[in-house]
C-alpha cells in the first residue's frame, strides 16, 4: 500500500464505521492497558500513578501493519482499541510528556 491508498483508507466511510464498531466491541477501553492490569494481577506486582488504570481507547490499531496487509484492513480480528500512550508505544514511539495538543492530533497518521 501507497502512502497516498492508506490515507485514502483512513479517510474512508468503510474505516470510520468500523473503527466505531472496534471500539464500541473493546467499550471504549485500552485493551493494552487492560493487558497491563491483567498481568499485574496474575503476577501480584505493583502499579503505579498512570499504569493503576485502564484508559480510554481512543485509537485503533492494526495488529498487522495496515502498510503490509491491506487484505486485513478491515478484519476485526486485526484491530484493537488502545489509548494514545499504549499505541505509541507499540509504534516505538516515545513522545515526550507534554507535546503541544495540535501535534498529538490523530489516527489519521497510522
Ligand atoms: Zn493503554
Ligand atoms: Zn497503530
Not at 483508507?9 to 497491563?36: A, G, M, T, V
Not at 492490569?37 to 484508559?55: F, V
Amino acid at each position: 500500500m501507497t502512502e497516498k491508498e492508506v490515507k485514502h483508507f483512513y479517510n474512508s466511510k468503510d474505516w470510520k464505521r468500523k473503527r466505531i464498531k472496534i471500539l464500541d466491541r473493546d467499550r471504549h477501553e485500552c485493551q493494552d492497558c487492560r493487558e497491563r492490569l491483567r498481568k499485574a494481577a496474575e503476577e501480584g506486582s505493583r502499579l503505579y500513578g498512570e499504569d493503576c488504570k485502564i484508559r480510554r481507547a481512543q485509537e485503533v490499531h492494526h495488529i498487522k501493519e495496515l502498510r503490509e496487509h491491506p487484505e486485513l484492513a478491515l478484519d476485526e480480528d486485526n484491530l484493537i482499541s488502545l489509548c494514545t500512550q499504549c499505541h505509541n508505544i507499540r509504534h516505538g514511539r516515545y513522545p515526550k510528556r507534554f507535546v503541544r495538543k495540535k501535534k498529538q492530533i490523530s489516527e489519521e497518521k497510522w
